[in-house]
């Protein structure tokens, strides 16, 4: 085989269809758009519309409401926390909170306070204080021989006291 007798497959390179070339092209006139109006417009695409059905959007029921007195927690587990003890990312002498956490870059940031999840396994005796946790998790920190501290939920800058 020589390099002079690569070709491409038949039909692998179609041209283009050349549209508004004439009457004989095929393609003339409305080039394929139909009659006049909105849709022979160019960027036109009516969203959600489909034909003068009811839309989708429209057939479903509303769900649901966004509660803006919701309040995110950053949360970790267990077994994440013995890692990080591990790694003397967090001292186990001290109290294990948010900010220990993220300044041992075990957290990204505090969110609205610190969730302690029960997935894993709890070697090392820690006195944590976390905004909520798993029954599970509180029972294996206590097996190691640490605590569990409940703080209430952290209050925003905006809230009166």
């Known amino acids: 085989m020589k390099l002079s007798d690569i070709a491409d497959n038949a039909g692998s390179r179609k041209k283009r269809m050349r549209v508004g070339r004439g009457i004989g092209s ?3 006139k409305q080039s394929g758009r139909g009659g006049k109006g909105q849709t022979a417009r160019s960027g036109v695409r009516i969203k959600g519309f489909e034909g003068g059905q009811m839309p989708m959007h429209r057939r479903l029921p509303k ?8 309040v995110e927690f950053a949360e970790i587990n267990l077994d994440r926390l013995q890692e990080a003890v591990d790694a003397k990312k967090i001292d186990a002498g001290s109290v294990v909170n948010v900010e220990a956490l993220v300044k041992g870059g075990v957290l990204r940031r505090a969110k609205g306070g610190l969730r302690l999840l029960g997935r894993g396994e709890l070697k090392s005796k820690l006195n944590i204080e976390v905004h909520g946790a798993t029954k599970t998790a509180i029972a294996a920190v206590e097996k190691a021989g640490g605590s569990v501290k409940i703080l209430a939920p952290a209050k ?5 006291a």
Do not use: L, M
């Open 26 to 28: 095929g393609k003339g």
């Open 156 to 160: 925003e800058e905006g809230e009166a």
């Open 63 to 70: 769900r649901g409401f966004n509660n803006i007195f919701r």
